[in-house]
Every structure is written in C-alpha cells, then in structure tokens.
C-alpha cells in the first residue's frame, strides 16, 4: 500500500499537509496585475533567482515555484510570504508590497504554463523542408500537379501566409479553410437523378441544396441510390502516403510561391 | 462500526453485481463487468419495430453559475443509476432522482461550486440508502436517496492545483472509490478509499511508482515522477471472486513535451490492477509507454470469461484511445493480444509484453509530425460494450490525422508544451472479435469521426447506438444490419441504459439535457 501522505518531496510533503488540514480552495484564482508581475520579476531575480532558476523551474537548491502547491494556493502572497520568513535562507527584508509582487509574478508564470498548449509556432520552426524536394513531390509522387499549377490556382500562394497555415491547409484542406462543397447524387427508384452540394447525410436521411438553391430532403431506402463526391478525395488519401519529410517539403515549395 | 443498514445495503449490491441478472442498472457500467450488457429480452430484435417513446425528462439546473467562471451545461453525459424504480441522473454540481416509471422528478440536489472544470459528470454511485457523487471542485458528497439531502461531503482532490471532479465512484464492499481529474500542470494522479459512512479515507493509490520501486527507473527524475500526470477519470470494474480492481490511468505530464521525462513513464496510460481492500498494486499493463499524444487510456476495462486457443479464460479486454485493442489475462496482467482497431502510424510494432512501441519519429516536433489517430483519439470516453451472447466487443471507432506540434523550447517543459492541430477523420461503428481482433463487421457512419454516443447490447438480440444526426439507432449485433431508429431532439451524449420494473423493460438514453424513455406499447 502507498503511503497515505507522502514525504519524498518537500512540495508534495506540503501538499500532503494542506489536504490533510482539510483547507478548502478559494473561488477564483489570482487575477494578476501585470505591473506587480513586472515589479515582482525584479524581486525575484534580486533574492530568488540563484536557487529557483532564470525559468522558475528550480535548480539543484531550490524546488520548482511552479508546481509548487504553496504558490498554488498562494493568495497575494498570504502563503509565500509567511513561507520565506520560517525557511532558512529566505530573504527576510522584504517588504509586504514586494511580497505581493513577488506573488504576482509567480501566479503569471503558472498562468502561462497551464495555458501554454495555446501558442502558436513561429514560421522558422515549421520552415524546415527543401523547397527543390517540395516541388518534385508536388509534380511527382504526389500528384498535386494534377489539380494544381503553381501559376494557376496556387500563383503566388505563399504572400501573406504563415507556415503553420500553408501546413494545415493542404493537409486538411475542409478543416482550414471552409472548403469546398460536398456534392450527392440521389437517384431516385424511378431512375431520376438530383445532384446537388450536400447539406446533410446520415444512414436515413439525405438533403441537398440544389442548383436553384432549394434544399430537398430524400428518405434513404435500398432503392435510392445515394452517392457522395468528395472533391478533396485525393487530399484525404494522401494523408496515408506522406511522410513528415514529404510534408515539410511541400510547405516550403508552397511558402516560396510568391 | 458500519450501520446494519450499510451492511444490508452491501450484501444486496454484491448479490446484484455478481450474479448479473440483475433487472435494475445500479451502477455506471450495469453491473462490475463494464460490459454495457443487459439479460433483458422484452425488447428484442423481433419487436424492436414497436419500441415507442413513454416519457420525456428534461435536466433543469436553474440559471446560476458553475463556478470557476463558467456556466452550467445541461449535457446529460453520465450514464444514469436505476435502482428499485427509481432514476439517479446527474450533471456537474447537479444530482436528480426520477421516477423511472413516469419521469416524475422526486427531488433535485444542487451544490454550489467553487470552481473546477465543468466538463461533463460522469455519474453516480449508490450503497444502500446513500448515493455519491464527484463534483468539478474537488468534492465527494454523499446524499440520502430517499430526499436528496447532504449527509457529508469531503475533499478528494486540491482545487488550487487544478485537480477536478467529473467520474462516477465506484463501490467495492464497504469502499467508495474515486479518481480524479485535471492535466493543466503537472501533478499527479491517484485513486482513493473512502468508508461509505463516514467519508473518512481509507487508501489512496497514486499512479506513480514509489521512488526506489524498480518501476521508478522509468522516468528519469523522482521530480518527473511525482508530477508526471496519469488522471484516473475513467469507469473502473471489479472481479469479486479474485478481489481486484481494475481502471486505467491518462496522459503523461507535461502531456506533450515529453523532452523532460524520457522512459517509460509508469503507471501512466495503463491497465491497473488494484487489491480494493487495501490500494495495493496487483499488476499493470502500459497501453502507451512514453505517450506524447494525450492518448488516456482510461477506457473501460471491460471483464469477460472467453475461450483461448480451447482453453478458458478469465479476460480483459480495452480498446484504448490509441487506436490498439487489448486482450489480457485478468488474472496477472499478461497480454494475449495486441491489435490495432484502427491502422494508425504512429508505433513501430509491439514488444515482448503486448506493449506498443512508441516510434520516437511521431513524437510531437517544433515543425509537426503527421499523427493518426489525433488527440481526440480513436474512441474517447464513450463506453464501448461486449456481448457475451455474441462475443462480440463493440467500439465507436475514430480514424483521424492531425499534426502535433511542440512549442516548449526549455529544457524542462511544463504543463502541455505543444499541442495538435487541425484533423480529417471519419467514424465507425465496429465489432472486433476478441479472439482473433479481427473485425467482423464495420458500419461506417456518414459524415466525419469524433466522439459519439456509448454503446449497450442486449440479451434480446440488440446493438444501440446514437450517431450525430440525433438519431438512435438499434442494430443487429451479429452483422450490423439496421434493424429500427428514431430522431431524438439532439445527438445522444451519453450511454443507453436498459431496466425492467413490473414486467415492462424500458430503455433510456441522455441527448443534450433531455432523457428519453421508451418501452413497448401495452398490448
């Protein structure tokens, strides 16, 4: 059986103790003045930085004040400060306003850790393919050629895209760009066929909007013929065939055509 | 010293979920299997062209904020209680109690929140008069069935270290237990006892190895270790007669950045297997070692007797958000298949255990990796369910490419450190024989893939399922043929439920904040 309340960290250690005295947490987080952080930032490279690390992280003498649970539930600094005055080789001068500071820095680096999934990547990391090999593939093995021309529908495709969306893009054509249009032929037991863009389908039912911009429902049965035309078919196929050097290479051919 | 009322209440719940032929639903799964089965055959393949709607309930929280600065969404995604005709139905913060004969609401418990993240309530529990229930802050309440009223409450989990509430309890004997939510830092995951009347704990089992255990050479820092993830938020099942617990365990923290613990990263995205009298660890088995995808593989695992290779066999088997399928020998862990449900591209085969092998290639890069399946994975939270008339193991299935990024350019990423991006992606509906993993027939959804309803079978020759057009669908199990559907209001956000009170079986689905019951016309 695992120990009920662990003691190999000093941070889960004061977890363990938190849960134990039973505190409930407070509705909200701390909402941060981002001028405090600023002013707290220089407390902490002042009296913190040595021990916790340039990144917060921690170092080989001091833990990591971002998965610190007393951070966690610290408020404008009702936790951190009494911390600092009972550990060892804490700055004891600091001042109240400092301490506060001090936690508002510390509250917008966990901010920013617990919401970093949201970034977004600059163009030189996603740029990393061979432009020459991009345009082979292109013309060669995948067959973009086919539907594609470089002077045609792609004719300076690169201006005033970043990389990331050129990616995503012809990876996913439907997905990033709204796309084009599904379109169903239905036809009908009596061998009349009605082609329009899809606007629904499941095993039941089936609505089109036709050419006059009507929208017609059909029931499905074993005799209406329903057929799909999915003209980004060949984009979903390719998905299985790329490898990630294949993909890097087609964003920079794509981001060159300029 | 236990109430003669909780040791009654004990007995009947063992009798009910042992035997299995059970008419009520009385816990998440039906019974401890996690089959998602029912014995009930009033409703049958035969009639199923009859089935009718009976009654409508519609969930009514009132218009007060979730906590945590959200508002509470009405999405019935638990799978409801049913016992002794009466429905126990939750969402976040929220408990119900329901006639289940007429929809008749009996009482409402509301709670009010201090935050969390209200992303759906995955149901209750209930041990003789006293119901239990997870909340998004961090807390078990237990309730009295008979009105709705608090009898305690206590803290699983540290709000502040944004942990949450959102998984249906378990009880095994005199043990309530829970797991518990939450990856947007990186702390670590457990499952807990709590004693039924009390609330006190009893154990708690983190999915971390103890620093010293053989298994802690699979990350390379205690401090990894401690804050390495492994979330417990799926539907766990138990087998009595060896007396073990099973659950799986999430993602790895940080959850895609995985630059900062290198191995394997025990117990996270694992079958686990627990002693519930005491939270020792039996055995594991990892479904993904060194995940950097967010692949939780906190499937049900689902509890059989099969045959293998002539002999008989005490199973287990997952279909796990990895796109693998797993059968094991529930007894000691063992791996008798592996098996993709779905191609993906992302391992390069599997190891001498059963294990997949992560290739390092797929792992997330600052310029992208095409991988399939993508984050949503290819079957989500959504039970699946296994017939064992059928031998059948039913999965909403999810095939689906997306690019995973890294962002995290320090050395020791936090938090999620990248993420994926975009998708195409389409759904089925298959049946995987669990002796072979082939599949024996698939029904391809029209549309694109994603999370869709759970699934029930039935005795009475029956498949349900809801697909995302709002219909309910029942099929012939053996072939996948469709046999009858009706169109709810919304598309089914949980997982039907079937019961049988004064001769009548009745069979209820969760769509938006609705239930919808139906039964068969009096004659």
């Known amino acids: 059986m695992r120990a009920l309340l662990p003691t190999i960290t000093g941070a889960v250690f004061l977890a363990a103790v938190a849960y134990a005295a039973g505190q409930a947490g407070p509705t909200e987080r701390q909402k941060i003045d981002n001028a405090a952080a600023t002013r707290g930032r220089a407390v902490y490279a002042q009296s913190c930085i040595n021990c916790h690390g340039s990144n917060v992280k921690g170092g080989e003498s001091g833990p990591d004040l971002i998965r610190s649970a007393v951070v966690l539930r610290d408020r404008l600094g009702n936790e951190i400060g009494p911390a600092m005055k009972k550990l060892a080789n804490h700055p004891k001068d600091l001042t109240p306003e400092q301490v506060v500071d001090l936690s508002h820095f510390l509250h917008q680096r966990i901010e920013t850790t617990s919401s970093n999934r949201n970034a977004t990547p600059p163009n030189a990391s996603i740029l990393t393919g061979n432009v020459q090999a991009g345009k082979a593939y292109f013309n060669g093995a995948g067959k973009c050629s086919t539907c594609h021309s470089p002077t045609g529908d792609l004719a300076a495709y690169g201006t005033g895209k970043t990389a990331i969306t050129i990616q995503q893009n012809f990876l996913f054509p439907r997905v990033a760009r709204g796309g084009k249009q599904l379109e169903v032929t239905v036809t009908s037991a009596a061998g009349k066929a009605i082609r329009g863009a899809l606007v629904r389908i499941d095993d039941f039912k089936v609505s089109l909007r036709d050419d006059a911009g009507q929208t017609q429902m059909f029931e499905r049965a074993a005799n209406v013929k329903v057929e799909v035309h999915d003209p980004l078919a060949a984009h979903h196929e390719l998905l299985d065939q790329y490898t990630d050097a294949d993909m890097h290479n087609i964003v920079a051919y794509l981001e060159s055509l300029k | ?523």
């Open chain 2, 1 to 523: 010293m236990k109430t003669l009322a909780t040791i009654i209440g004990i007995l009947l719940l063992a009798a009910v979920l042992v035997g299995q032929t059970s008419v009520d639903w009385p816990t998440y799964n039906g019974d401890y299997s996690g089959r998602h089965f029912s014995p009930l055959t009033k409703i049958n393949s035969t009639n199923v062209n009859n089935l009718k709607l009976a009654w409508t309930w519609r969930a009514n929280p009132g218009s007060g904020p979730a906590g945590g600065g959200g508002t509470t969404s009405a999405t019935i995604k638990g799978t409801p209680l049913e016992i002794n005709g009466i429905l126990y139905t939750t969402i976040p913060d929220h408990v119900w109690a329901v006639d289940a004969r007429t929809g008749k609401e009996l009482w409402h418990f509301s709670w009010e929140s201090k935050g969390g993240w209200h992303i759906g309530n995955r149901g209750a529990a209930v041990l003789g008069s006293t119901l239990y229930v997870e909340t998004p802050d961090c807390n078990l309440i237990a309730l009295n069935i008979a009105d709705g009223k608090e009898r305690w409450h206590t803290e699983i989990c540290d709000l502040e270290q944004f942990y949450y509430g959102s998984v249906a309890p378990t009880i095994v004997k005199n043990h309530v237990i829970v797991g518990v939510s939450g990856d947007d830092l990186d702390i670590p995951g457990y499952v807990e006892a709590h004693d039924p009347e009390t609330g006190k704990l009893q154990w708690r089992w983190y999915t971390h190895p103890n620093p010293g255990d053989p298994e802690a050479k699979t990350w390379p820092s205690v401090e990894a270790m401690m804050h390495g993830g492994g979330m417990t938020w799926g539907p766990s099942t138990y087998d009595p007669e060896l007396n073990l617990y099973y659950f799986g365990t999430g993602n790895p923290q940080p959850v895609i950045a995985g630059r900062g613990r290198q191995g394997d990263n025990l117990y996270t995205e694992s079958i686990i297997a627990l002693n519930p009298d005491t939270g020792k660890l039996a055995w594991y088995f990892q479904a993904s070692p060194h995940d950097t995808h967010d692949w939780d593989a906190i499937e049900i695992p689902i509890l059989f007797d099969g045959e293998v290779n002539g002999q008989p066999r005490k199973l287990l088997a997952q279909a796990s958000r990895n796109g693998w399928f797993f059968v094991l020998d529930r007894t000691n862990g063992k791996n008798i298949l592996s098996t993709e449900f779905v191609k993906t591209n992302w391992t390069k085969g599997v190891d001498a255990k059963g294990q997949p092998i992560p290739d390092p290639k797929k792992e997330p890069q600052f310029d992208g990796a095409l991988v399939s399946p993508n984050q949503g994975g290819a079957i989500n939270w959504p039970p699946p369910s296994f017939s064992p008339n059928t031998g059948l193991f039913y999965v909403n299935a999810t095939r689906a490419f997306s690019v995973y990024y890294l962002y995290d350019t320090e050395d020791k990423p936090e938090g999620w450190g990248g993420n994926d991006r975009g998708g195409w992606s389409e759904g089925m509906l298959e049946a995987i024989d669990y002796k072979t993993g082939k599949v024996k027939w698939l029904h391809k959804w029209p549309g694109s893939g994603g999370i869709r309803s759970g699934l029930l079978s039935t005795a009475g020759n029956l498949l349900f399922a809801g697909d995302n057009s709002s219909n309910l669908i029942a099929f012939d199990p053996k072939d996948g043929s469709i046999l009858w559907h009706t169109e709810l209001r919304a598309s089914m956000s949980n997982t039907p439920i079937t019961y049988e009170l004064d001769g009548v079986q009745y069979l209820i689905v969760g769509a938006g904040d609705t239930l919808y019951t139906f039964t068969m016309p009096a004659k």
